[in-house]
């Protein structure tokens, strides 16, 4: 064994492959450490990768936490059905929560703006992790998405009340993570920090992951709302809540992100492949939060006051 | 390997053949390999421009992102209206208000041949740390000149800090060179004096480039305002290093332990990363600490097994034979296993707040280990600009020292310089559970190695049955003057009446004898405490059942000694008396001396005491009398069998 010019001549690992080790190496550690652990899944196409990532990383074992969905109601019909099959593809629990507050007060993005991501998305969070007494929650956020998301730590620590403190995170050395909390404390868990989009899109290619068909373009009834294009995903509900039939209109579109319906910008593609997508992302030059409102809903800095209140 | 013809279109690929053959492009991009390294410099050194031009060059940036930064420079610009690349880097709203990096961000930019991830670390001296977390995974190192100034302190202290976290790989940047007319000579001046410098502290080898992160210069193509100069680009340099995975693979296997996969009772797999070498079922592996051997039957993967795996792999792995192995050991090589030991000296970079307590109790985490670890009072710390070793009694934060330390259980180890993974360590505080440390393993220390633990025949169960009873310990623990000795005294009593084999330790006395060369100093205290505790422990191996009354201040060392005992036989008393009342009683009149001065670190009056917060029995001498208190501690730990 000493003797290492024996081996073959190893092939250098790609960076997928690194990137897919370090994940994996995280996921095990949060395993091995937290008390109840808990993978966030918002059906979107890095959280299909981290989910595709967790089955490789317990093989032959399912995934020994469950899946969450923090729920809006609004999401979009393709998605929650993707929801249900992979969750049972996985072998794995799903749990879903709606803030039940919002559901009585019918909270939604065309009356109450910002009002509905806190409620649903931020305050939902928190509810369900009280709930259940998580005390890890891996989430899909990558550090190249957002400004102050590149200087958060793969394992990120909120109070008892789910804030983020950034100028009081723990170092971060080598692969080693402390997970050690205080009761009531808990960890939000990044596996996917050192991910690019095209990292995750390469692998999505690489390895045959499924993903919701919203992000293929197609054919779809779309209308225009506040300078923005959108699908009408539930025009029944749609008409019901705005009060009047938006005009309608067939386009070839597809989703760069994916959220909830009326706040998830479409965009005009005729990209009906992985490849295509990819041309497409590297083409075009609007990066991907774009489409989503939340982060220029309150100026600058917006996403990191979110966190410091608690969203995700 | 400098193309002279290369233009940021042929390193980064060209639009057209994204457009024209998007299918060539991803199977080009596939297999690119990933680099990880860190950019040193002082707050204007150019740092967070360069990083933005990195960025920049290799479309890192979006068109929105890129409308917002175009505003942003007219804004708050310090380019003019030129685009300030450094708006795009520094992130935090705080630190855009101070125009510096605060703590460490971590960037992604790729050409062709290579993924980068580069922690962008912040240079000036409070921020030590986190220039040790951004260092402790990078395979190179960037460090920032500025050519007006040359050599600087701060240069210094980062090749010092890179040298430290075990960084091969250095660049040193000289940049602004375009304000210096690009002129050969200040560059060749700044590169000797930097060659005499690193030599003093082993940096054998560098990569000197002359450039200019504003203007672009030998950045991504040679330029032509350095013609005098033929090395390489830094974009060259950086796709054509060798990365540490690599250099990993042509050693030693080695995988700690991180999780045993068992889905069913037929199955048993042991998962982790691999962290150096090569495996493949037939190798014979040895499970450490416990030595046992065996053979690698599969390595199990989603996709299938594997026919060999290499270091930076994530695997599960199954053996031959049912050896008995869990998270924190470690599978090697059978015939090169790593060493355990349990002392080692270690070099310390202190990243808390709060000072380095010689004697605490902290934990260790090396890898998959978690082992509870003493630090000693450092040998000396190490000024970080001059080099000069500093006597010191702690380490406070963002200090660096070199330091012996002694954990409770063997650990699995490789020196820091010849395994990262093995011999870079945390430490984590017992109580806040901070991060407190980044430690990195030098050597073990021969006294481990040569004291064995002595096995003997008559156990401390035969002991603790031949007096018919369990041993315990009772701690009691309160302020000078609460009445620990007191109601200590009248368990004892009560305690001998039934025939129980007890023994007090009262702190006074052991202060007479045992501790005679101890003070009142923090470290001194846990001093007290650690010897009482190992006092207490060989008692209860003796199966008394023992009692002890010392302040013991804080909540640590109480820990540190419960930690010591089997789980159940550790029982905290807290004598709850106010600090008003005991000062009121004031039994040997040393609150009077302390109030005045006479007495220092007095607990409760300059010095702190920390309350138990999960007592196992709390008692409070206001309500209840000595003889009270005591019947009532009895009752609680009867029938003690």
């Keep these: ?312 | 390997m400098t193309d002279q013809t290369a233009t940021p279109e042929t390193v980064y690929e060209t639009d057209a053949l994204i457009a024209e053959d998007i299918d060539a492009y991803l199977d080009a991009h596939q297999n690119k390999t990933m680099l990880r390294f860190i950019t040193c410099g002082s707050v204007d050194d150019g740092k967070s421009t360069l990083i933005g031009r990195l960025l920049y060059d290799s479309k890192m940036i979006f068109e929105d992102q890129l409308a917002a930064l175009e505003d942003d420079s007219k804004k708050v610009g310090t380019q003019g209206q030129e685009i300030d690349f450094a708006l795009l880097v520094d992130g935090l709203a705080a630190e855009r208000e101070q125009g510096i990096t605060i703590d460490v961000a971590y960037r992604f930019f790729a050409t062709e041949k290579r993924k980068f991830i580069v922690a962008d670390c912040p240079g000036h001296e409070q921020y030590t740390r986190n220039m040790v977390t951004g260092a402790s995974t990078a395979d190179l190192a960037v460090i920032l000149i500025d050519a007006r100034k040359g050599v600087l302190v701060q240069t210094r202290r980062h090749s010092f800090l890179c040298k430290q976290l075990g960084i091969r790989n250095i660049v040193l940047a000289v940049n602004k060179m375009d304000l210096v007319d690009y002129d050969q000579s200040t560059f060749e001046h700044i590169v000797a004096d930097y060659r005499s410098f690193a030599s003093e502290i082993g940096i054998d080898d560098f990569t000197a480039i002359p450039m200019s992160g504003l203007a672009g210069d030998n950045i991504t193509s040679p330029s032509e305002a350095t013609a005098w100069y033929d090395g390489p680009t830094l974009i060259d340099h950086l796709e054509t290093v060798e990365v540490a995975s690599a250099i990993n693979v042509a050693k030693p296997f080695r995988m700690p332990v991180q999780w045993v996969n068992r889905p069913n009772l037929d199955f048993r797999g042991f998962s982790g990363l691999i962290s150096s070498g090569t495996i493949a079922p037939g190798d014979a592996v040895r499970s450490l600490p416990s030595g046992k051997t065996s053979t690698v039957k599969s390595i199990v993967t989603w996709e299938g097994e594997l026919e060999e795996a290499q270091a930076g792999q994530s695997v599960t792995v199954t053996l031959e034979d049912e050896i008995d192995c869990s998270r924190g050991d470690v599978l090697a090589a059978a015939d090169t296993p790593p060493e355990t030991s349990d002392q080692f000296e270690t070099t310390l970079v202190w990243m808390d707040d709060e000072e380095m307590t010689p004697g605490r109790a902290y934990w260790l985490k090396l890898g998959t280990q978690n082992v509870s670890v003493t630090v000693q009072a450092p040998k000396y710390e190490i000024n970080v600009n001059t080099m000069e070793h500093l006597a010191a009694k702690t380490l406070e934060l963002n200090s660096i020292g070199v330091c012996e330390i002694t954990t409770d259980k063997p650990v699995v180890f490789e020196a820091y310089g010849d395994n990262r993974a093995l011999g870079g360590f945390i430490l984590i505080d017992k109580i806040t559970n901070r991060t407190v440390a980044a430690g990195m393993l030098h050597f073990s220390l021969r006294r481990a190695q040569n004291v064995h633990w002595q096995a003997t025949d008559i156990t401390r169960e035969a002991h603790a049955n031949l007096k018919n009873q369990a041993p315990r310990v009772l701690w009691f623990t309160g302020l000078s003057g609460s009445g620990k000795s007191t109601i200590a005294n009248e368990v004892e009593k009560r305690l001998n009446l039934m025939n129980r084999h007890t023994f007090l330790l009262d702190g006074d006395n052991v202060r007479h004898g045992l501790n005679k060369d101890l003070g009142f100093t923090d470290t001194d205290r846990i001093e007290n405490i650690r010897r009482i505790g190992e006092v207490a422990k060989l008692m209860a191996d003796a199966g008394l059942v023992v009692l002890t009354a010392f302040i013991s201040p804080f909540r640590a060392e109480r820990r540190m000694v419960r930690d010591m005992l089997p789980e159940g036989e550790f029982i905290e008393v807290f004598v709850d008396t106010p600090l008003e009342v005991a000062e009121k009683r004031d039994v040997k009149g040393l609150y009077k001396k302390a109030r005045a001065g006479d007495l220092k670190n007095f607990t409760g009056i300059d010095s702190p005491y920390e309350e138990p917060e999960n007592a196992e029995i709390r008692v409070n001498t206001v309500e209840m009398t000595a003889e009270e208190a005591a019947t009532y501690i009895v009752d609680q730990i009867m029938p003690l069998r």
């Design chain 1, 1 to 312: 064994m000493t003797d290492t010019s024996s081996f073959p001549m190893t092939k250098p690992l790609t960076h997928l492959e690194r990137l897919e080790a370090e994940s994996i190496h995280i996921m095990r550690e949060v395993a091995a450490e937290a008390q109840k652990p808990v993978m966030l899944y918002s059906i979107g196409k890095d959280s299909a990768v981290m989910l595709h990532l967790a089955k490789k990383a317990f093989h032959p074992s399912p995934p020994p936490f469950p899946l969450m969905h923090v729920d809006t109601t609004w999401k979009f019909k393709a998605m929650y059905e993707m929801r249900e099959r992979s969750a049972e593809e996985a072998g794995m629990d799903l749990l879903v929560h709606r803030n039940p507050e919002a559901e009585e007060r019918g909270i939604n993005p065309f009356d109450h703006g910002p009002l509905h991501t806190d409620m649903w998305k931020t305050q939902g969070l928190k509810q369900a992790l009280d709930k259940y007494g998580f005390d890890a929650a891996f989430g899909g956020a990558r550090r190249d998405e957002e400004k102050s998301r590149a200087k958060e730590r793969i394992f990120s620590f909120r109070t008892a009340s789910h804030g983020w403190d950034p100028k009081n995170q723990r170092p971060e050395l080598w692969n080693i993570y402390n997970t050690r909390k205080a009761k009531g404390e808990s960890i939000r868990v990044f596996p996917l920090s050192n991910w690019t989009e095209l990292d995750i899109w390469q692998y999505i290619m690489a390895e045959n992951i499924e993903i919701v068909p919203l992000y293929y373009s197609a054919k779809r009834p779309t209308y225009d709302y506040e300078g923005g294009l959108f699908m009408a995903d539930d025009p029944e509900r749609l008409e019901k809540i705005l009060g009047y039939m938006p005009e309608l209109t067939e386009r070839s579109v597809r989703f760069r992100t994916l959220g909830c319906f009326p706040l998830t910008g479409a965009v005009e593609s005729e990209a009906a492949t992985l490849s295509d997508i990819v041309q497409e992302m590297l083409l075009t030059t609007t990066s991907e939060r774009q489409g989503r409102v939340i982060d220029k809903d309150s100026g600058d800095g917006s996403m990191e006051k979110k966190k410091q209140e608690g969203y995700f």
